[in-house]
């Protein structure tokens, strides 16, 4: 009987376990953000873009429509690309 009962308790702690940590992983959420001059970059945030920019979020996975678009280098900083220059913000 005391075995069943362990068998019980650890199984309920296992899922417990697995249900905790599953709540509390993030993931990792990026974003392509193009302008409307079609220079594309990657962002982990969506900040507030001047609207004049025409600044578009897509999802990670997104691809080009044609061969007018290109990328510009990544930043791990706010800002954002206009006619090939970086601005900060």
């Given amino acids: 009987m005391q075995k069943k009962s ?7 702690s296992a899922v417990a376990a697995v249900g905790i940590t599953a709540a509390s992983a993030q993931t990792a959420s990026a974003y392509i953000v193009c302008n ?5 970059w990657h962002s982990h945030a969506r900040y507030a873009y001047p609207p004049g920019l025409g600044i578009v979020f897509y999802a990670d996975g997104w691809r080009f429509p044609d061969t007018h678009w290109r990328w510009v280098a990544d ?3 706010r800002g954002y690309w206009h006619h090939g220059r970086w601005h900060r913000f």
């Fill in 6 to 12: 362990w068998l019980k308790t650890g199984v309920v």
């Fill in 75 to 77: 930043r791990d900083e």
């Fill in 36 to 40: 409307r001059f079609h220079e594309c």
